[in-house]
């Protein structure tokens, strides 16, 4: 281990103390602090925050994409606490926060999972589920997400939980596969029930506010599904009258899965409705809604002024929500988003 360094967060007034050998993000959650954070790999911004006190030689950064922090904003004083290292005390002005969450935090906990269903839902996704076998206890809000160590390579992948946290230690995910993907190939290829996943969670902020009354959209595509799920199954159990919509994209119908639960879910949260659409219809029976994901919410949606937005999937996707919703009256303190980044070399890095 490293020498240790006092690290402030403001507005909030946390101090934490931070071991050179981790980043700041990893300091915080490991004591129960949930700072707000997406990938976790210097590619989606989601934890980029500003340093109040302290030199921009004091913080060494591991590789990340300067399309999450350009030069101008890092030589300006910003950096991402996910690959963030502290060699002297800081104090860092959180941009991002919700005090709320931030004093929820869960801590982080390690164990071993045994592979219980692993099945198709389309032609590119898969719905797995494991059960915990070993380790202490892995607790969690919906909508988070858990990483997964693929045997054998060390190489560690990040999937959303689509369940509601339960007794039994079952987790689920919903998780596209790649041509090239690590994780997706071996899912495809080598995983069989009973092999067993070295395991940590939980990670990310994009949970339910509990302090919240709003009425809520949510927009996804692809494997953000999962998270979507969670947070739809959470809602279905709370004894309350917060309007939703769930706007899912996919390319063919094929593509749509859990099509059956969605609309039960209909008739269980008051208000909810169920808008899938289709950017490539051709040869398809389908009367819904088409075009891209944000076309539609654009349509559907012609004022969120006191709205909340839950937002998953790819990171087009996402950022091109995020300014929709901005445009039609929503806060962006009410937009809560994860985005499904791919892991690899981001195109364009950035290195200490």
């Not at 350009?70 to 991002?96: F, K, S, W």
């Not at 692993?118 to 809000?141: C, S």
């Not at 289709?278 to 040869?283: A, F, K, R």
Request: aromatic share 8%.
């Amino acid at each position: 281990m490293g020498d240790k360094h006092l690290v402030r967060f403001e507005p909030v007034g946390i101090e934490i103390e931070v071991d050179e050998d981790q980043t700041i993000l990893r300091a915080a959650s490991e004591q129960g602090l949930q700072l707000m954070h997406g990938c976790k790999e210097g590619q989606c911004a989601a934890c980029k925050s500003f340093v109040l006190e302290g030199d921009i030689d004091d913080i060494d950064l591991d590789k990340y994409s300067t399309f999450a922090l350009p030069d101008m904003e890092r030589e300006e004083g910003q950096t991402l606490l996910c690959r963030a290292h502290a060699y002297n005390d800081l104090v860092i002005e959180l941009l991002n926060y919700d005090e709320e969450i931030i004093r929820s935090g869960l801590p982080l906990r390690k164990g071993t999972v045994e592979v219980l269903a692993n099945d198709a839902v389309t032609h590119d996704m898969r719905h797995l589920v494991v059960k915990q076998i070993a380790g202490e206890d892995i607790k969690f809000f919906p909508g988070q997400y858990m990483d997964l160590t693929v045997p054998d390579t060390g190489e560690v992948r990040s999937f959303s939980m689509a369940n509601l946290p339960n007794r039994e230690g079952v987790f689920e995910f919903v998780i596209k596969i790649y041509p090239d993907g690590a994780f997706s190939q071996f899912l495809e290829h080598k995983v069989s029930i009973g092999d067993r996943l070295e395991v940590e969670a939980p990670f990310g902020t994009c949970t339910l506010r509990e302090n919240r009354t709003s009425d809520i959209v949510f927009i996804g595509g692809g494997a953000g599904m999962a998270p979507m799920l969670g947070l739809l199954r959470a809602l279905a159990e709370k004894d309350g009258d917060r309007k939703a919509r769930l706007y899912y994209g996919a390319r063919t119908k094929g593509d749509l899965c859990f099509e059956d639960e969605l609309r039960a879910l209909e008739e269980k949260i008051p208000g909810f409705k169920y808008v899938p659409a289709l950017s490539h219809h051709d040869g398809d029976d389908w009367d819904g809604a088409t075009g891209l994901i944000t076309e539609v919410v654009r349509d559907g949606e012609p004022n969120l002024e006191g709205m909340d937005a839950y937002v998953c999937g790819p990171p087009p996707m996402v950022d091109a929500a995020i300014a929709l919703l901005t445009q039609r009256g929503m806060d962006t303190r009410n937009i809560f988003y994860d985005k499904f980044t791919t892991t690899g070399e981001p195109e364009d890095e950035g290195t200490s």
